[in-house]
């Protein structure tokens, strides 16, 4: 069985049909876990060698399902669709990653929190260039037509090409009038999660956990706004 064919086409589906049969009972014990605040990586271990899971649902698991509780807390922070004219902080590799793996038949899921997560474990690898310039197009499509007034996008600047793609995403901004800019920094973890007034727009936990405002899921909204995506939906899990 293959699990990349299923998430790019536009077509709903029942998502449990698309994962191993003991990928539901793993979910189930490995959410009762956190909830009793075992260490994460452990327990990705314990139940995924219980449940002879395959490293893309144990990926799943790990960035999928999360404690009642946070995935709880998550979900109030989350804000359904930009407002005209915002002022938006944006996860640039998060974003962009995200969109690219869907473009790329990679597999994507919708977590327990809500937000849109991809289990490429891609990291610091890039994107192949084809796919990188369909998914800065759709982001800058999207930006345009939702009349953001002004991005900030944050890249990771260990990461190999970065400061390439800033020079990108810059040209791009110029390009359609955008007040705002691209940067390379250290750790965009750590400007996200100071940001005082305005959207940022992430799907990464540990970033939302600590985030003071609002947080929209632009990798998320920017493909449903394109396609009909037939995402695999753990905000569904069964208890």
């Not at 189930?28 to 956190?34: A, T």
């Not at 540990?206 to 753990?234: G, M, N, T």
């Amino acid at each position: 069985m293959r699990l990349n064919s299923y998430f790019y086409k536009d077509t709903k589906s029942d998502w449990m049909s698309h994962l191993s049969e003991n990928f539901l009972k793993g979910a189930k014990d490995y959410r009762y876990l956190l909830d009793r605040n075992y260490p994460q990586k452990s327990i990705v271990k314990l139940v995924g060698d219980r449940y002879q899971l395959r490293s893309v649902e144990r990926t799943m698991l790990f960035r999928g399902i999360g404690s009642h509780e946070k995935s709880k807390l998550r979900k109030q922070k989350i804000i359904v669709e930009l407002p005209v004219q915002a002022v938006i902080y944006i996860d640039g590799y998060n974003a962009i990653r995200t969109v690219g793996s869907y473009l790329s038949g990679k597999t994507v899921f919708v977590s327990t929190d809500g937000f849109l997560r991809d289990a490429a474990e891609m990291h610091r690898s890039t994107l192949r260039e084809k796919i990188l310039t369909q998914t800065l197009n759709l982001l800058f499509d999207y930006l345009l037509d939702n009349k953001v007034r002004k991005l900030t996008v944050f890249l990771d600047q260990p990461i190999s090409k970065s400061g390439e793609l800033a020079s990108n995403l810059n040209k791009l901004i110029n390009e359609n009038r955008f007040y705002g800019e691209a940067t390379t920094v250290h750790s965009p973890d750590h400007h996200l999660k100071k940001v005082e007034e305005g959207i940022v727009c992430t799907a990464d936990s540990v970033i939302i956990d600590e985030c003071k405002v609002p947080v929209f899921d632009l990798a998320r909204a920017i493909l449903e706004s394109k396609y009909q995506p037939a995402f695999i939906d753990f905000t569904t899990l069964p208890d």
